[in-house]
């Protein structure tokens, strides 16, 4: 049995739902709670004071990977700080760590897109923290556009329709994929049916933190159902193909 532990925002209603449906037999989930109720700069900067305490509090339960998974505190300070969280969390714990916007940047590299368009449920601020982040990380973003939310309570309470809705607004055919960002906002049953839609890669912020956690955990082929990213876990990246 293995065992992932993820870190969420105390308001998330989404992340874990969605994470439970794509995790195989044998992997099971043990959360954590990090205070936030609205997306702003300064109430996501808040959120990881007590990042230490709610991690050792997941290690406890002897897991085999934390997450933070929350897309903006990971991003917020710009290129270099979701690492300076995943080396808080791993030397408190002693476990190895990710969080999603380092996973987002590797999956990006991993199926070796370089160019993008990026759809939030975001406002215009922390949207231009995001696109500034994957741009630093190397990543070109086309465009970038919110569903300019704040509360989010308010985004957990998304149909899934509206991650599908945008993304096939802001799509063009200069863009070889598409992210949707924020844990909250219902995607992973949307990524299917895009890529169908669109043919090209859809790269969720939920999506790419299961695929992080599983990576990690290693032995496991793939999950179905919810992209090409997590349906063949143990293919060779696009980057080491050409090569």
Known sequence: MSRIGLLVPSSNTTIEPEFYRALPAGVTLHTARLYLTQITPASILDMVRDLETQCRNLASADVDVIVLGATAPSFLKGLGYDRELIKTIETTTGKRATTTSTALIEALQYLGVSRVVLGSAYDEKVNAIARKFIEASGVEVLAAHGLDLVDNLVV???????????????????????????????TMDAIERLERELGKPVISTTQVSVWAALRAIGGIEGVPGYGRLLRDLTAPSQQTQVA
Not at 161 to 185: F, M, Q, Y
């Open 156 to 186: 957990g309470r998304l149909d899934v329709s509206s991650a599908h809705e945008l993304a096939r607004k802001i799509d063009r055919p200069d863009a070889e994929g598409i992210v949707l960002a924020c844990t909250n906002w219902k």
